[in-house]
């Protein structure tokens, strides 16, 4: 009923920058969060970011000031720009959205199959 796609993952070099965006399609009455996660081999998946369908925005605190999390409400559509990128930022990245299908229907958690986000040193 409802897909999220990721896309711009790639390998890029410390220092560099990639931006990722996650697209939402399907039976959708409303979003509400979008964000990201992500999971570095052998490691637990953690937050990255989450940005509201009115703008306001959260960030873990190791990309502060480093990635910057957006949204085009007309497209179902998130964005995350990853600036001054470091080796351990290397993960593969899950899009992730609270969704309404209908008006009256619960909010459920969607997820992405992720992108692969590589920095080399």
């Known amino acids: 009923q409802v897909q999220l796609v990721e896309s711009g993952g790639g390998l890029v070099q410390a220092g560099g920058s990639l931006r990722l965006s996650c697209a939402a399609s399907?039976?959708?009455?409303?979003?509400?969060?979008m964000g990201w996660y992500r999971q570095a081999p052998g490691k637990q998946r953690e937050f990255v970011a989450t940005?509201?369908?009115?703008?306001?925005?959260v960030y873990a605190d190791s990309v502060k000031g480093r990635f910057t999390i957006s949204r085009d409400n007309a497209k179902n559509t998130v964005y995350l720009q990853m600036d001054s990128l470091k080796p351990e930022d290397t993960a593969v990245y899950y899009c992730?959205?609270?969704?309404?299908?209908?008006?009256?229907?619960?909010?459920?958690?969607?997820w992405g199959q992720g992108t692969q986000v590589t920095v080399s040193s």
């Open positions: 940005i509201t369908n009115g703008g306001s925005t």
């Open positions: 992730n959205a609270s969704i309404r299908t209908s008006l009256r229907g619960y909010r459920n958690d969607y």
């Open positions: 399907g039976s959708i009455f409303s979003i509400n969060f």
